[in-house]
């Protein structure tokens, strides 16, 4: 009986021991728990604190890297400050010769460029001045005739220098060259009329057009070569009278 009993008791402490480690395993296990909670939520913390941080550097980052923004500001347009053009070329070419040297007269002067149209175009066969029957050789043959401008539109009221260049036919200017200035108020303007040949020189082309236009103060001219320099134009209008 006495041994029953001590079985018993150390049955019972066995019991005892095991609930309490249970005991203490259970509460252990709800720490360490909570104590891993604690630390994500930490870690969490500290990601989200650095994420911000990051943002922030971007931010600054891009706003250092961003241009500054600067006020635009309109352009002069004081008039008196832009060169008004007061000179042009006005020009009639058949075949492209004379419209070489009026361009080289306008790049030497800053000068405006016109170019004539015919209304009725000039073909090779109307150029012909060994056929007595052709265009231009009926056309130079009566002093009345005025061939059309197709595209007479140049105003030249502000014009203070007029260039007027033309091929010389039969020792004269072409008769549309009549038509325009004829057409035109050269009052209070200079008139400087050129010409391009195959040798006869300007003649009295540019008296007979000043006789036609009835105004303007007209020089004198004169022929110039088809491969004429800039720098030769140059010293033509320096030695103009």
């Given amino acids: 009986m006495k041994k029953l009993m001590i079985s018993m008791l150390a049955a019972l402490c066995m019991l005892g021991f095991t609930a309490c480690g249970n005991t203490e395993n259970s509460a252990a296990q709800a720490e360490t728990a909570v104590q891993t909670q604690a ?3 930490e870690t969490q913390a500290q990601q989200t604190e650095q994420s911000a941080d990051v943002t922030e550097s971007e931010q600054s980052n891009e706003e250092k890297a961003a241009p500054e923004q600067t006020e635009i500001q309109p352009e002069n347009t004081d008039t008196n400050e832009v060169a008004e053009n007061n000179t042009i070329v ?8 004379t419209k070489g040297v009026a361009e080289r007269i ?3 002067t ?3 460029l016109f170019e004539l149209i015919p209304a009725e175009p000039y073909t ?4 012909d001045w060994h056929d007595k029957n052709s265009r231009t050789t009926i056309e130079m043959n009566d002093p009345n005739v005025r061939p059309a401008i197709a595209n007479d539109t140049v105003d030249l009221s502000s014009c203070t220098t007029v260039y007027i260049g033309y091929p010389i036919w039969w020792g004269d200017a072409p008769r549309i060259m009549s038509t325009f200035v004829e057409a035109h108020d050269f009052d209070e303007k200079t008139v400087i009329p050129f010409c391009t040949s195959g040798g006869s ?3 009295r082309s540019g008296e007979n057009l000043a006789s ?6 007209w020089l004198s001219g004169g022929r110039l070569d088809a491969g004429i320099s800039e720098s030769e134009i140059q010293d033509w209008i320096n030695n103009m009278n």
């Fill in 39 to 41: 630390a994500v939520q």
């Fill in 90 to 97: 006005v020009y009639f070419s058949a075949t492209g010769t």
């Fill in 106 to 108: 306008a790049s030497v």
């Fill in 110 to 112: 800053g000068a405006e």
């Fill in 124 to 127: 090779e066969a109307d150029l």
């Fill in 201 to 203: 020189g300007i003649g």
């Fill in 212 to 217: 036609q236009a009835g105004s303007g103060n």
